[in-house]
């Protein structure tokens, strides 16, 4: 495999955040903190790379996942895949909630999941549409479970760590929404970008 096909990108995210768990004085100046946003906006998108220890390894193993999937497919998707659901995720945060403080690229892996499910499910034939659509179904699920005040499905939060519902919901808004967007530009007959 040559160096272009490889996720270099879904690779350099996960080693970054990873770096980060060692660096706590650099973790504190990227976390997303309210109120400091206003005086130092990167924090809308570089809290997302920064990770509580306790969570590190579900959020950085699905990132490196589905963002190696994705990255295979079509890098430059991939890049508007987690910036689109990364803007998404901190507006929710913004305004649909009161955290003071918010870590984790789960938002990032939402997005990822459900434009890869609404990839699959878009398919013009093949039974891969099935498990797009299933996909599509229990994210759906999840969320409204989670939005509810569920809580966590999948993990135990560790002791005084709230679920960002909204934040995996609107992060998967925004990824579904860059798949959609493909589509349409493949549908269009425009030519998507072109593999290695």
């Known amino acids: 495999m040559t160096a272009r096909r490889l996720p270099l990108l879904a690779l350099a995210l996960v080693a970054s955040s990873g770096a980060l768990l060692c660096a706590p004085g650099l ?50 998707r991939f890049a508007w895949i987690l910036l689109v659901s990364a803007g998404f995720a901190s507006l929710a945060l913004v305004v649909c909630t009161s955290f003071a403080r918010y870590t984790g690229s789960s938002a990032l892996g939402s997005g990822l999941l ?23 179904a229990a994210f759906a699920a999840k969320c409204a479970l989670e939005l509810s005040g569920a ?11 709230h679920l960002a519902a909204a934040a995996h919901a609107a992060g998967g808004l925004g990824g579904g929404l860059v798949a959609l967007a493909g589509r349409r530009v ?3 007959g425009v030519r998507p970008e072109r593999q290695p």
């Open 114 to 136: 459900l434009a890869a499910a609404l990839s699959l499910a878009l398919e013009p034939e093949g039974r891969a549409r099935w498990l797009g659509w299933l996909l599509v």
């Open 186 to 188: 493949q549908g269009a």
């Open 151 to 161: 809580g966590a499905l999948f993990v135990d939060l560790p002791e005084g760590m």
């Open 27 to 76: 973790a504190e100046a990227l976390s997303f903190e309210r109120e400091r946003l206003a005086r130092e906006p990167w924090r809308l998108l570089s809290g997302h790379l920064v990770h509580d220890p306790a969570l590190a390894t579900v959020d950085l193993t699905v990132l490196l996942v589905l963002g190696a999937w994705w990255e295979l497919r079509s890098r430059a």
